[in-house]
């Protein structure tokens, strides 16, 4: 096994926590707004599927990362292209729920709050992309800014759904 793979497999543990810990939560969430369909359906409430389907982008995201890691004999291409193509799509679907979310009056979230809610995970997806370039040129250092940003995206979509349990017993409640 080459020295690249080796610092990738040393993760492992890390990334099957990770994933198991999101997959949890999404389940969790679904059941939870499957008990809750009258109240997320309603045409007054596209706030709330806003939040709702930011919050599963965030589960599944960490889920998908996870996955990655988990592929044992990782190389920097096998391990950096998927990172960078997940990475672009969950980016561009978050900026996308943003302008979804801002372009309607947000009653899930304050301003400030929108704004926040969406800057945190943004700001994580553009570090994944600086670090799936390092992978991409065979440096694992960058794996080590991966557990900042993905502590960071398991505590917002972890507070998204949280909020959205929330709202979903109060929807005219701003958070």
Avoid at 4 to 22: C, K, L, R, S, T
Avoid at 129 to 158: C, E, H, N, Q, R
Wanted: charged residues 15%.
């Amino acid at each position: 096994m080459d020295a690249f793979a080796q610092a990738v497999g040393g993760w492992h543990d890390f990334y099957h926590v990770i994933g198991d810990a999101a997959a949890a939560l999404m389940g969790l969430l679904f059941v939870s707004l499957s008990l809750n369909t009258g109240v997320i359906t309603r045409k007054g409430n596209a706030d709330l599927r806003a939040l709702a389907s930011q919050t599963f982008t965030g589960f599944i995201c960490l889920i998908m990362f996870a996955v990655l890691f988990l592929i044992p004999n990782q190389g920097p291409v096998g391990l950096g292209l998927p990172m960078l193509g997940i990475d672009l799509i969950v980016m561009y679907v978050t900026v996308q729920h943003f302008l979804e979310t801002r372009s309607k009056r947000p009653r899930a979230w304050r301003r400030g709050t929108l704004a926040l809610r969406f800057a945190i995970p943004t700001i994580c997806f553009m570090t994944i992309l600086a670090i799936a370039v390092t992978v991409l040129m065979g440096k694992t250092g960058g794996l080590y800014w991966f557990v900042p940003v993905v502590i960071s995206l398991v505590w917002d979509a972890s507070l998204d759904a949280w909020d959205l349990l929330l709202r979903l017993r109060d929807p005219a409640r701003r958070i």
